[in-house]
């Protein structure tokens, strides 16, 4: 069987690893990777590559950054070529950033099987980017691999035949756990002067969040509340800190010695940072199922969120951008009365070995 594996954005990369290292275990599979180039900074992927030891990409395809149609047309005309020349059994396909949506759909054109793992999300708010990235990839993938039950239910009620859906748990949680030992021996807070489980982690990116002005000020406002109580950590996203720069933000946190920000951290920093904060503020989808697993609360700077089972099973709790909000929620966790949460089911650290299961017995492997 000939895989091509699809990666685009740094949320791919966690999604992809254990897949890569599973299908090597099988002779009887070829796997070609693939990088579509969507994220590009050293510290956005090739951190990644090294600490979870994914093999250097086959293809690099270069796309860079750009308006989403741009970037999905970008990756969908370099892709195309591929496909033509490589002809592989299946493409594989991660999350829901343009990269996937735009590998789903030109493969789905030129009748090449997708598999989209971590299908069946929703957040019933197609003003975001990746809601109408995850409608269209799952319309159009023939494995539909899922982290829930509430997903399988979420694709069965679109139409899809049950016989394409399979409930197999969470890759990124597979990767999870194979680093989470390292990763908490590494002293990334003290080496950060931060004291473990007296500290923030932030991370703050999404357009929604950080490209008006107002919502983005107010979130300033009450994060310098916050870091009057306990200091918080801002490894930014370039996006954000493009925005802090162009809304002439700087001044203000300069006001707020105890927010501090600092480049995007690799993958084993992040999680060692996580295990040990106290709370976690943040708008990542990953991030609300890792602090899940890690049982540290989080609170979650949207309105909705496509993972449901973080709120209902796990540690997280939905604050939106309210100043009042997140601050109350805050004290709450301060004051000890954080969620601890549960595991979901089959977030057991072995999706991937049920994905490529699936694969190869479709194969006759
Ligand atoms: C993308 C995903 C989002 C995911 C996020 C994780 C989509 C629609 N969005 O958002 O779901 O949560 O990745 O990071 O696919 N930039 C750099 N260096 C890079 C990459 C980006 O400086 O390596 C800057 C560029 O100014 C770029 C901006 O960040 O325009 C946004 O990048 P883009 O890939 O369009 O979306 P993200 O916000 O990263």
């Known amino acids: 069987m000939q895989v091509l594996n699809v990666v685009g954005a740094r949320p ?7 897949l890569v290292e599973e299908m090597r275990r099988y002779p009887d599979i070829r796997q070609t990777l693939l990088h579509t ?10 951190v990644f590559f090294d600490q979870l030891s994914i093999p250097r990409p086959d293809i690099y395809l270069g796309v860079g950054s750009g308006s989403h149609a741009e970037q999905t047309a970008r990756v969908m005309v370099a892709f195309e070529k591929v496909l033509l020349e490589e002809r592989p059994d299946v493409v594989v396909v991660v999350g829901d950033v343009n990269s996937t949506l735009a590998c789903a759909v030109t493969a789905a054109k030129l009748w090449v099987p997708v598999a989209h793992v971590e299908a069946g999300l929703r957040s019933f708010d197609r003003r975001m980017p ?3 990235n995850r409608i269209v990839t799952d319309a159009l993938s023939d494995f539909l691999f899922t982290t829930s039950r509430g997903a399988n239910e979420h694709l069965e009620r679109e139409g899809i035949a049950p016989e394409k859906i399979f409930f197999v748990g969470n890759v990124m949680i597979d990767t999870l756990h194979k680093h989470r030992a390292r990763a908490e021996q590494l002293g990334t807070p003290a080496c950060l002067g931060l004291r473990p489980g ?9 357009p929604s969040n950080v490209d008006v002005p107002e919502v983005f000020s107010g979130i300033l406002d009450a994060l310098a509340t916050i870091q009057r109580d306990l200091p918080i950590l801002f490894p930014a996203h370039p996006r954000t800190v493009k925005r802090i720069a162009e809304f002439g933000f700087a001044e203000r946190l300069a006001t707020a010695p105890d ?15 996580m295990i040990h904060a106290r709370l976690v503020l943040t708008d990542s989808g990953g991030i ?12 979650t700077l949207r309105e909705n969120t496509e993972r449901p089972v973080t709120i209902v099973e796990g540690t997280n709790t939905l604050v939106g951008a309210d100043q009042a909000r997140i601050v109350a929620e805050t004290r709450r966790i301060l004051a000890g009365e954080g969620k601890t949460g549960r595991v979901p089911e089959l977030w057991d650290g072995h999706a991937a070995g049920r994905i490529v ?3 190869r017995d ?3 492997g």
């Open 198 to 206: 007296g500290y923030a982690l932030l991370t703050l990116h999404r």
């Open 259 to 273: 927010l501090r920000i600092v480049e995007p951290l690799g993958y084993l920093e992040f999680l060692d940072l």
């Open 12 to 18: 791919n990369l966690m999604k992809i690893a254990p």
């Open 288 to 299: 609300q199922e890792e602090t899940t697993i890690l049982g540290v609360p989080c609170l």
């Open 130 to 132: 990746e809601e109408i």
């Open 37 to 46: 180039g969507q994220h590009y900074d050293d510290k956005m992927s090739q």
């Open 357 to 359: 299961k699936i694969l």
């Open 362 to 364: 479709w194969r006759g």
